[in-house]
T-cell receptor
Framework: DTEVTQTPKHLVMGMTNKKSLKCEQHMGHRAMYWYKQKAKKPPELMFVYSYEKLSINESVPSRFSPECPNSSLLNLHLHALQPEDSALYLC????????????FGPGTRLTVL | GQNIDQPTEMTATEGAIVQINCTYQTSGFNGLFWYQQHAGEAPTFLSYNVLDGLEEKGRFSSFLSRSKGYSYLLLKELQMKDSASYLCAVRNTGGFKTIFGAGTRLFVKA
């Protein structure tokens, strides 16, 4: 089973809203990632968690707040977003943060009004 | 700096063979990945190369030359469903970061 699930599939929010994106995997992977992808662009790394600890924050604005409650779950809390934050948000996981294949979830299509 | 180059678009005919090239310059190298991404969907893993040479997996093959900073993805017996973007991605030394190329949009025509 190489499945990573993400909810919701689509999200529309206003600039004053607070919402959360959720990601789950049951493959025993110890590394989890958040990527942001704009149309016709490659995925851009936002955060990396290794063994439930934040390893990389790619200078992401504080209106994005990641959380890793346990080894299977990864959240991304959103607050006071801007319209330019509208994108496809992808979660991925891998066995470890070394040269292992990352498996992507289906993504959450976020629109900020 | 870090740079991954791929052609922006390619067009090929159903049943044919197509080769998608990727050149890279990264701070260290710890593996190269190819992903397929259909419009509006998540990338799906196709292949992984860490040593020089050819890796074959069904209709897909991937080649790597570390000394040249070069890889290609070969798709044989093209099908209409192969129309998608193909992303070349390099894992840097230390393994924490994977850098993605901009992707090559492949159009397969009848």
């Amino acid at each position: 089973d190489t499945e990573v699930t993400q909810t919701p599939k689509h999200l529309v929010m206003g600039m004053t809203n607070k919402k959360s994106l959720k990601c789950e995997q049951h493959m025993g992977h110890r590394a989890m990632y958040w990527y942001k992808q704009k149309a016709k662009k490659p995925p851009e790394l936002m955060f990396v968690y290794s063994y439930e600890k934040l390893s990389i924050n790619e200078s992401v604005p504080s209106r994005f707040s990641p959380e890793c409650p346990n080894s299977s779950l990864l959240n991304l809390h959103l607050h006071a977003l801007q319209p330019e934050d509208s994108a496809l948000y992808l979660c991925a996981s891998s066995q470890a943060v070394t040269a292992d294949t990352q498996y992507f979830g289906p993504g959450t299509r976020l629109t900020v009004l | 700096g870090q740079n991954i180059d791929q052609p922006t678009e390619m067009t090929a005919t159903e049943g044919a063979i197509v080769q998608i090239n990727c050149t890279y310059q990264t701070s260290g190298f710890n593996g190269l990945f190819w992903y397929q991404q259909h419009a509006g969907e998540a990338p799906t893993f196709l292949s992984y190369n860490v040593l020089d040479g050819l890796e074959e997996k069904g209709r897909f093959s991937s080649f790597l030359s570390r000394s040249k900073g070069y890889s290609y993805l070969l798709l044989k017996e093209l099908q209409m469903k192969d129309s998608a973007s193909y992303l070349c991605a390099v894992r840097n030394t230390g393994g924490f970061k994977t850098i993605f190329g901009a992707g090559t949009r492949l159009f397969v025509k009848a």
